[in-house]
């Protein structure tokens, strides 16, 4: 059974840091790409970055230079370390495994999902 558990959501103000991981487990995490999306309330799904099998990294504008994609394959973990944080940010962020690895911005792409873990930015 493929199960993907997100962690490290929380409460930060402007301008701080949170690192969110995505324990996989049930699926060969090394040749899977794995992504990060986001959903605000009252909002559709939408892409964050993502990282392919060999280390290849994709993320949406708003983002760059702010959000850092990684993995560590001998842990079966993805890593979205996010500096800066802004309000715009706050959202539930998802993890997912794409077997293409093609680093995709359509969640339809991804075939695994995570549960979610809600980012919440005060200002």
């Known amino acids: 059974q493929v199960q993907l558990v997100e962690s490290g959501g929380g409460l930060v103000q402007i301008g701080g840091s949170l690192n969110l991981a995505c324990a996989t487990s049930?699926?060969?995490?090394?040749?899977?790409?794995m992504g990060w999306f986001r959903q605000a309330l009252g909002k559709e799904r939408e892409f964050v970055a993502a990282i392919t099998w060999n280390w290849r990294t994709y993320y949406r504008d708003s983002v760059k230079g702010r959000f850092t994609i990684s993995r560590d394959n001998g842990e079966n973990t993805v890593y979205l370390q996010m500096n800066s944080l802004e309000p715009e940010d706050t959202a539930v962020y998802y993890c997912?495994?794409?077997?293409?690895?093609?680093?995709?911005?359509?969640?339809?792409?991804?075939?695994?999902w995570g549960q979610g873990t809600q980012v919440t930015v005060s200002s």
């Open positions: 049930g699926l060969s995490f090394s040749r899977y790409g």
């Open positions: 997912a495994a794409d077997l293409s690895s093609s680093l995709s911005t359509i969640p339809g792409r991804y075939e695994y």
